[in-house]
């Protein structure tokens, strides 16, 4: 069975523009989790979305947004860039995000915002 | 807030054991988790424990007891690839959404 993926891997932007991350899950999980980690604040929890509505929110700017479409792929979206969002994002999926369902992290897109 | 503490760093001998505490104080409890991660790489899932005892998984264990709100990961027979950060979260609520603590960089020696 196919892991979690996300695109693109490396990302380089400028301040004030905006990025949009892909996560496809493991085929059969219905719960996408987002996670921010930077060397400062170690893993964040940004947001996760379940049969396309969110679920959990973190405590992040309304710049940092995200989707979920039917097939359970989710997309996040950050608006105005700033310096310091310049970190590694993480999904990471469960089948539920119920206790008892394990979570699997995709391999992260590190973004760069020079 | 979510309090979840466990060593900042951690040295051991190759073959040896090392064992990775994690205290944590939670609105709620569905579950904790161990992650290892490599520098520059994506956490890798390595246990998940919700009821109290020890779960087992060739040389990683995991150790969980609600009501003293402590875990425990035990590695044995270290090996040099074991060099890594020990993550332990939290599932606080139902959902997807994991509090982490900071990590313990554990460094194997030969």
């Known amino acids: 069975k196919a892991g979690v993926t996300q695109t693109p891997r490396y990302l380089i932007k400028t301040r004030g523009q905006q990025v949009t991350l892909s996560c496809s899950p493991i085929?059969?999980?219905?719960?996408v989790s987002w996670y921010q980690q930077t060397p400062g604040q170690g893993l964040q929890f940004l947001f996760e979305?379940?049969?396309?509505?969110?679920?959990n929110k973190g405590n992040f700017p309304g710049r940092f947004s995200g989707r979920q479409f039917s097939n359970s792929r989710s997309e996040m979206n950050v608006s105005t860039l700033e310096l310091g969002d310049s970190a590694l994002y993480l999904c990471?999926?469960?089948?539920?995000?119920?206790?008892?369902?394990?979570?699997?992290f995709g391999p992260g897109t590190r973004l760069t915002v020079t | 807030g979510q309090n979840i503490d466990q060593p900042t760093e951690m040295t051991a001998t190759e073959g040896a054991i090392v064992q990775i505490n994690c205290t944590y104080q939670?609105?709620?409890?569905?579950?904790l988790f161990w992650y290892q991660q490599h520098a520059g790489e994506a956490p890798t899932f390595l246990s998940y424990?919700?009821?109290?005892g020890l779960e087992e998984k060739g040389r990683f264990s995991s150790f969980l007891s609600r009501s003293k709100g402590y875990s425990y990961l035990l590695l044995k027979e270290l090996q040099m690839k074991d060099s890594a950060s020990y993550l332990c979260?939290?599932?606080?609520?139902?959902?997807?959404?994991?509090?982490f603590g900071a990590g313990t960089t554990v460094t194997v020696r030969a």
């Open positions: 990471a999926s469960s089948l539920a995000g119920l206790a008892g369902d394990e979570q699997y």
């Open positions: 085929s059969g999980h219905r719960s």
């Open positions: 979305y379940f049969s396309e509505t969110q679920r």
């Open positions: 939670t609105s709620g409890f569905n579950g």
């Open positions: 424990n919700v009821l109290d």
């Open positions: 979260a939290v599932r606080v609520t139902e959902g997807g959404k994991l509090s």
